[in-house]
């Protein structure tokens, strides 16, 4: 995946558009903690203020254009794949599990997993990941996830010096190569449906018993 260069706030601390991610004057900072913040990563500046532009035209949507609340079914009915995906640990770190559902046209599958000692945002990254690497159809994606992590790790651009959990983001990011993938925040716990299954999922794997080991996982020395 390319990284993002130039990002552009809609909705945020103070909207513009900006050149870097992180630090007091970047993008990072006016979105982080913003409730119902709007914003997008782009390869070239002139992208992002087509985009910023277009979004910010009287009667437009931001919600509509980025697709901050998209509508699943319409999605659907458009031919695209929905993904929905959430992940969990028991302790954080502890015992973990991920949970997904897929749904294309009239098919259905969910997928769950469970290891022994993991941490929350591993779980996130992996729901991802095994939701991808189910897919076998060549359609545009929009993936719901209740992790900002996540979110904004793939707006930010993946691998723009994620130390923690480096080998599960080269992963997610070889898997979204070259893929029609838009990743949308949706709010945990507010009574979506597949959100709730997946949380579901993803604790009953966590609950369950010869659980398997995250080969990736590195404990933290504590002081």
């Known amino acids: 995946m390319t990284k993002a260069r130039f990002y552009a706030v809609i ?13 007091p004057d970047g993008a990072e900072s006016q979105i982080s903690g913003y409730r119902g913040a709007v914003y997008k990563g782009f390869v070239t500046r002139a992208d992002a203020e087509q985009w910023y532009s277009a ?19 319409a999605a659907l009915a458009a ?24 749904l ?3 098919h ?9 000692r993991t941490t929350n ?12 690497q189910a897919i076998k159809v060549a359609k545009p994606i929009l993936l719901f996830t209740d992790s900002e992590y996540v979110v904004e790790g793939f707006t930010g651009g993946i691998g723009r010096g994620w130390r923690k959990n480096a080998d599960l983001w080269r992963h997610f990011g ?12 949706v709010k945990g716990h507010a009574g979506n449906p597949e959100n ?23 404990e933290e020395t504590k002081w």
């Not at 909705?11 to 630090?23: H, M, Q």
């Not at 949380?199 to 990736?216: R, V």
């Open 11 to 23: 909705r945020g601390r103070k909207p513009g558009i900006y050149t870097v991610w992180g630090g």
């Open 121 to 132: 945002n591993r779980m996130e990254l992996m729901a991802c990941i095994a939701a991808l």
């Open 55 to 73: 979004v910010s035209a009287p009667g437009q949507s931001p919600g509509v254009e980025l697709g901050e609340n998209p509508d699943p079914a």
């Open 174 to 185: 070889a898997l979204c190569d070259d893929l029609d993938i838009d990743i949308i925040w």
């Open 196 to 218: 709730e299954r997946c949380h579901a999922l993803s604790f009953q794997a966590a609950s369950g018993k010869d659980l398997a080991i995250d080969g990736g996982f590195v």
């Open 108 to 116: 259905r599958k969910e997928l769950s997993g469970g290891f022994a």
């Open 79 to 102: 031919g695209k794949i929905v993904i929905y995906t959430d992940g969990a640990a028991i302790g954080n770190p502890g015992p973990g599990g991920y949970g997904a559902v897929l």
């Open 104 to 106: 294309y046209g009239p």
